[in-house]
Nanobody, 122 residues
Framework: QTQLVESGGGLVQAGGSLRLSCVAS????????MGWFRQDEGKEREFVAALTWAGNRTFYGTSVKGRFAISRDNDKNTVYLQMDNLKPEDTAVYYC???????????????WGQGTQVTVSS
């Protein structure tokens, strides 16, 4: 069964850092581009970052560019999201997703994780 399992969320002060991890089943991971979305209560889901299956191209949402970095370790079937200089407006549930770059552009994914909460206090 295909699974995406996120971890690494938590409570952090503004200006701090967190690293999210998403472990995928091998069958899912090696076929797909991987990425992250986030959604705060009462708000629309927002694209955060994505990278190609080869890990050679990355894309970021405007609000996180320059502060977040996405990477993957194919040997561990894991994709990471390093989040630095966090701001209160980054507070949301962060979801790992397996899709294509076309899918990420329109918010569509074949597989989703269960989400991990990130809360940034001011």
């Amino acid at each position: 069964q295909t699974q995406l399992v996120e971890s690494g969320g938590g409570l952090v002060q503004a200006g701090g850092s967190l690293r999210l991890s998403c472990v995928a089943s091998e069958r899912t991971f090696r076929r797909y581009d991987m990425g992250w979305f986030r959604q705060d209560e009462g708000k629309e889901r927002e694209f955060v970052a994505a990278l190609t299956w080869a890990g050679n191209r990355t894309f970021y949402g405007t609000s996180v560019k320059g502060r977040f970095a996405i990477s993957r370790d194919n040997d561990k079937n894991t994709v990471y999201l390093q989040m630095d200089n966090l701001k209160p407006e980054d507070t949301a549930v962060y979801y790992c997703a397996a899709s294509t770059m076309s899918g990420f552009r329109v918010g569509v994914a074949d597989y989703w994780g269960q989400g991990t909460q990130v809360t940034v206090s001011s």
